[in-house]
């Protein structure tokens, strides 16, 4: 195991396939360089890990007061998208019920007790979910990489913008083809 974890944010149904609740075309996009980057990351013995954007079914949900139902247990929508090689046995799954990865989950206590120093944050909604995530990451004292190639929201100016102060403000942003060049 290397000091390196891959950490896959949303790729689930609702976000990533075209009859999902929140579907934007752009996750779709980036999923195959995703599929190749979680690949290198299981032949470099660097740790996975999903999180899986899920909401509890006939509970209260803040998340959901001001947006479409989306993710919700038991509908199949927060099901990691089939095209993403997860391996049951090394890799982890972990729910989340806001954007942050962190907020409210054992991420970091995961991180920890696998030596990880360094993140390397790919996924869905550059603008919140990924955002939340590397400014957690960034407070908790992580090296912090964004694959830029492998994030996506529904606006590329958006997108642009938040990458451009991520790495002004919180880490890297490379590309895949740098992350798996590296030596």
């Known amino acids: 195991m290397t000091d390196t974890a891959l950490i896959v944010v949303d790729m689930v149904f609702d976000f990533t396939h075209p009859d999902g609740l929140v579907f934007?075309?752009?996750n779709q996009e980036i999923l195959p360089q995703i599929a190749k980057v979680v690949n290198y990351c299981h032949q470099k013995e660097h740790l996975v890990i999903f999180m899986?954007?899920?909401?509890?079914?006939?509970?209260t949900e803040k998340n959901l007061v001001n947006m479409r139902p989306n993710c919700i247990?038991?509908?199949?929508?927060?099901?990691i998208d089939p095209s993403l090689p997860l391996d049951e046995v090394k890799d982890y799954v972990i729910k989340k019920?806001?954007?942050?990865?962190f907020f409210g989950t054992d991420l970091d206590l995961v991180l920890r007790e696998?030596?990880?120093t360094r993140v390397v944050i790919v996924g869905t909604k550059t603008n919140c979910c990924i955002r939340a995530t590397v400014t957690d990451s960034y407070y908790l004292d992580y090296d912090t990489v964004v694959l830029r190639d492998c994030v996506a929201t529904n606006d590329t100016i958006v997108n642009e913008v938040h990458l451009t102060d991520i790495s002004k403000y919180f880490g890297k942003v490379i590309s895949s083809k740098?992350?798996?060049s590296e030596a």
Do not use: C, L, V, W
């Open 52 to 59: 899986q954007h899920s909401y509890r079914a006939n509970k």
């Open 24 to 26: 934007y075309p752009q």
């Open 73 to 79: 247990e038991g509908t199949g929508g927060d099901h």
């Open 97 to 101: 019920r806001r954007y942050s990865a």
């Open 114 to 116: 696998n030596g990880i």
């Open 178 to 180: 740098e992350f798996m």
